[in-house]
């Protein structure tokens, strides 16, 4: 086999409940995530040593040595089924960098079912989400795609039943990045300031009535169902993320909130019309860098071309 390509895609979190820090400096997560349609795409071919291209979207700012997340995926899957061939990883990111959208986490996901192709390792999903999970948190959600409670750091996962309906989204990328750990960094101490201490914060729970609007296809419900409890630490360090949730929910959106660990803000539509109206008006209102129409649940990744 000469290459493999693997398409991925980008993750929301309906639900992303942060519970107290633990003793590994992670934190204990309830999350419902869901998978929409904008993708990376990562090419895996022999080569004489590991290396990694990186083009499109933000290209320049993901690392393109060993501290890639796809090549440490690449490394992870070799030390289970040894003696491999190098190989070289080309990643097309239409994912943004450091925008709360797990795309490094694509990206590790995608070598990671690439190079099973590849090297014809013949490792099942199991196999490779227990892999994916060793590599970084939201690493198992992007093989499975879909929409999917986390637990633990967020790779405990368990499918949700999948109706047929198809969510309508806008994303309104910002002008900047956030780092994820420090915006767990900006929780933690907000909650201190506020007088939490560890044990008086509450154990992550499911939103049932989450789940439940989410079963019925009811986007109206969903729509006001959406929270996460990194917003306000994620708006305390880009306070102009306030002014675009406010723009969004003015111009009609059924929902809003900040994607994951942000500055991505991501909005809901009744149905693509409005989606499109949406993604036009927030366009016009000057309150972010770009926008993008995306829809879910898609699927996780998988091989679109390998020979
Ligand atoms: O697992 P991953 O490398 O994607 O996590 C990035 C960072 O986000 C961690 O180093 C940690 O600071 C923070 N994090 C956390 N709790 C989680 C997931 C991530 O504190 N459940």
């Known amino acids: 086999m000469t290459g493999v390509t693997v398409r991925v895609p980008a993750k929301l979190n309906l639900q992303l409940a942060v519970g107290p820090p633990r003793a590994d400096g992670y934190h204990d997560l309830v999350t419902v ?9 990562v090419l895996v071919e022999p080569a004489g040593r590991d290396g990694v291209t ?10 393109a040595d060993h501290d890639n997340l796809a090549l440490r995926a690449v ?3 070799r ?25 490094g986490s694509a990206d590790a996901a995608a070598a990671l ?9 013949g490792l099942s999903h199991q196999q490779l989400a227990t892999i994916a999970g060793a590599v970084g948190s939201d690493v198992a959600f992007a093989l499975l795609g879909g929409t999917a409670v986390g637990r633990g750091r967020g790779e405990q996962l368990t499918s949700a039943l999948a109706p047929a309906t198809q969510y309508h989204w806008v994303l309104a990328f910002a002008d900047g990045q956030l780092s994820t750990p420090a915006v767990y960094a900006a929780l933690d101490r907000l909650r201190g300031e506020r007088g939490d201490g560890a044990g008086e914060i509450a154990r992550p729970e499911l939103d049932t009535a989450l789940m439940s609007a989410l079963r019925t296809g009811n986007a109206a419900r969903v729509g006001q169902r959406l929270t996460n409890d990194l917003q306000p630490a994620a708006v305390s360090l880009f306070p102009a ?3 675009t ?36 008006s927030l366009s016009g209102a000057g309150v972010c860098r770009s926008v993008a129409r995306v ?6 990744a998988a091989v679109i071309s390998a020979g």
């Open 75 to 77: 490394a992870a899957l």
């Open 54 to 63: 990186v083009t499109g979207e933000g290209a320049d700012r993901v690392p």
């Open 79 to 103: 030390a289970t089924v040894r003696d491999r061939g190098a190989v070289h990883v080309t990643i097309a990111k239409k994912i943004p960098v450091a925008a709360g959208l797990a795309g």
């Open 33 to 41: 995530f869901h998978a929409v349609s904008l993708f990376d795409q």
């Open 295 to 300: 829809s879910g649940p898609a699927p996780g």
């Open 113 to 121: 079912v690439a190079c099973n192709e590849l090297w014809e390792a």
């Open 245 to 280: 949730l406010t723009a969004g929910l003015e111009l009609g959106a059924l929902g809003a909130l900040v994607a994951g660990s942000g500055p991505t803000c991501v909005f809901l539509a009744a149905n693509p019309e409005r989606a499109l109206e949406l993604a036009v």
């Open 241 to 243: 993320l306030r002014k």
